[in-house]
Antibody, heavy 116, light 112 residues
Framework: ELHLVESGGNWAQPGGSLRLSCAAS????????FNWVRQVPGKGLEWIAH????????HYADSVLGRFTVSRDNARHLIFLQMHNLRDEDTGVYSC?????????WGQGVRVTVSS | DIVLTQTALSSPVTLGQPASISCRSS???????????LSWLQQRPGQPPRLLIY???KRLSGVPDRFSGSGAVTDFTLRISRVEAEDVGVYYC?????????FGQGTEVEIK
């Protein structure tokens, strides 16, 4: 069964940086695409990034464009979200989810807190 | 960017009764291939989201058949034929026809 496990969640000051990782297991990693989705506690879901089979196929939400970078390491079955210039409103639980036209597997998520 | 707007349930639902949630898109979700990539996810308290329905009406393996999806173009509906206690949670529609992807704001299902 497909398993996604996020790590790297932490506290950061506004303007700071964090790098999240998502480890995938239980399927053919190179055949799947991945997304990062965040959720402010008590609020809804916000899609923020997608990485396709090839790193040329990458998309971002406007709210993170130019500040966040998504990437993948097919050899190590890892997906990354590098976050720079963090803002208070980036606080939330970040989850990775697999899929292109629907998101069928989700990790439990990691908490990112941005505050001074 | 596409905005998905969900309706709120008017009141808590009685066990065994049906419930319907509507999702309206600001633009057509019909893709160049002719497919419509509108899905429904359930989020139980303290849990990550779980995919129920994809491509408007296709039920994921293992999802009870009391869940069904319908609709086309910009208007979509998730129906629960007979609500059970385990259905409590927040339901989201999501479009994956266009980038950036987007979710509806969520609809909470509560039991009376």
């Amino acid at each position: 069964e497909l398993h996604l496990v996020e790590s790297g969640g932490n506290w950061a000051q506004p303007g700071g940086s964090l790098r999240l990782s998502c480890a995938a297991s239980g399927f053919t990693f190179s055949d799947d695409t991945f997304n990062w989705v965040r959720q402010v506690p008590g609020k809804g879901l916000e899609w923020i990034a997608h990485v396709g089979l090839y790193t040329q196929n990458i998309h971002y939400a406007d709210s993170v464009l130019g500040r966040f970078t998504v990437s993948r390491d097919n050899a190590r079955h890892l997906i990354f979200l590098q976050m720079h210039n963090l803002r208070d409103e980036d606080t939330g639980v970040y989850s990775c989810a697999s899929g292109l036209t629907f998101l069928d597997h989700w990790g439990q998520g990691v908490r990112v807190t941005v505050s001074s | 960017d596409i905005v998905l707007t969900q309706t709120a349930l008017s009141s808590p639902v009685t066990l065994g009764q049906p419930a319907s949630i509507s999702c309206r898109s600001s633009e057509s979700l019909v893709g160049r291939s002719g497919n419509t990539h509108l899905s429904w996810l359930q989020q139980r308290p303290g849990q990550p989201p779980r995919l129920l329905i994809y491509d408007v009406s296709k039920r994921l393996s293992g999802v009870p058949d009391r869940f069904s999806g319908s609709g086309a173009v910009t208007d979509f509906t998730l129906r629960i034929s007979r609500v059970e206690a385990e259905d409590v949670g927040v339901y989201y529609c999501m479009q994956a026809t266009h980038f950036p992807r987007s979710f509806g704001q969520g609809t909470e299902v509560e039991i009376k």
